[in-house]
């Protein structure tokens, strides 16, 4: 199913997986920071009934760049509510941090409401697996159409030349989603975290390789924000109306390809 895409000036982007420790909370608020810094001030979206976003806003110097902290985890309150949410006034992006234990309905609603999705993935046997499992998830029931190619992968907490890292690589090679970027495993991002600060925040000297990974996952989000606007008006010149998604069949496709997936932790 496509998106609902809100205005041309807001790009929705979901960071998800509904497996702990992913690090979906350090990836959204590296990216609340990275856009920060650049210019507009973005939206964090903490739906985690942890809260472990806002307490990193909290913890955020007041000298910083700003970034606007709004509460998606209140009982009662629903991804669709999201489809009219326009965030901060000042806001181009606005990012939402999803818990890991998540509903099918809240699920589906969320991954409706983006407009690119952001999977984070560590290279561990368990993690593959879940990952697998998920994005099976994705395709067949949420209705993520990949073809649409508002789905990445960023490998994170990855440590090169090990086993594991082959063995991510072995998985993200058998599907049709593209892995964007592999963030190392740095204490860079935990020492950032513990200041509310994002790593291209930190000293140059000592985050350049990290910063270059989160550049190009911040690159590709780009290039989606404007395929997203030329999009709009493409449609507003021929249509008045909202375009509306309709259901994809990539089920034989994504069957196959889960099961080989499922196979390489076994190898």
């Not at 690589?169 to 991002?189: C, H």
Request: proline residues 6%.
């Amino acid at each position: 199913m496509s998106s609902a895409t809100g205005p041309t000036s807001l790009h929705r982007v979901v960071v998800l997986n509904p497996k702990g420790g992913s690090g979906k909370t350090t990836l959204a608020t590296n990216l609340a920071s990275y856009y920060a810094l650049r210019g507009a001030a973005p939206t964090l979206v903490d739906c985690d009934p942890q809260g472990f976003g806002l307490r990193w806003l909290e913890k955020r110097p007041a000298d910083r760049p700003v970034i606007h902290g709004m509460r998606g985890y209140d009982e009662g309150v629903y991804a669709s509510a999201l489809l009219t949410l326009k965030g901060h006034p000042d806001s181009s992006v606005m990012i939402i941090d999803l818990p890991a234990a998540i509903s099918y309905e809240r699920l589906h609603a969320y991954t409706y409401v983006a407009d690119s999705i952001l999977l984070p993935i560590q290279p561990s046997a368990i993690d593959v697996h879940a990952g697998t499992r998920f994005i099976a998830e994705l395709l067949l029931d949420a209705r993520v159409d990949r073809n649409e190619r508002r789905l990445a992968i960023v490998a994170n907490r990855v440590r090169e030349r090990t086993k594991s890292f082959s063995m991510l690589m072995r998985f993200l090679t058998s599907l049709r989603i593209p892995m964007i970027a592999a963030l190392r495993d740095s204490q860079n991002f935990v020492h950032a975290a513990d200041q509310g600060l994002g790593i291209c925040e930190m000293p140059a000297h000592k985050v350049k390789n990290d910063l270059a990974q989160l550049s190009a996952i911040v690159s590709w989000l780009d290039k989606r924000q404007l395929a997203l606007i030329a999009r709009a008006a493409s449609r507003d010149a021929s249509s008045p109306g909202v375009l509306e998604g309709g259901p994809v069949d990539d089920s034989p496709d994504a069957e196959e390809e889960v099961g080989a997936g499922v196979g390489l932790e076994a190898r």
